[in-house]
C-alpha cells in the first residue's frame, strides 16, 4: 500500500513541475515579448529622428536640385504615431479586446509643387 502511495505522490509531483514549466515557459515569453516591444518603440524613436533630420536636409537643399517627387514626412509622421499607438495599446490595454488602431499608408511620395 505505501509503495502505491509513493508511486501516486511521484506521479502528482511531476504533474505539479510540469505545470509549473510550463507557466515559466509562458511568463518568459511573455516578457521577451514586450521586451521586442519595447525595443522596436525605441527603434520607432530613431525613425523619428532620422526622418527630422532628413527633412532639415530636404528643407535647406537648393529648390532647383530637388526631385520631382517629395517625401511626404508628415504622412510618415503619422503612420509612425499609428504605430507607437498601437504597441502602447497592446502592452498597456485598457480593455480586453484590442482596437482598431488605423492603417498605415505604406505610400510617402507626393508630387512636386509646380510653383517655387
Known sequence: MKLHTNIQVL???IGITQIML???VS??????ELDELATTLRLLDQVQLSLDRARTVAAQSDPNNRRRY???YKKANEDL???RAGIDRYTQPSRA???DYGKV????????PLWR
Open 11 to 13: 506521479k502528482l509531483s
Open 22 to 24: 510550463i507557466c515559466m
Open 27 to 32: 511568463v518568459s515569453a511573455i516578457a521577451s
Open 70 to 72: 517629395l517625401f511626404d
Open 81 to 83: 504615431n499609428t504605430m
Open 97 to 99: 479586446q484590442p482596437l
Open 105 to 112: 499608408s505604406g505610400d510617402y511620395t507626393r508630387g512636386r
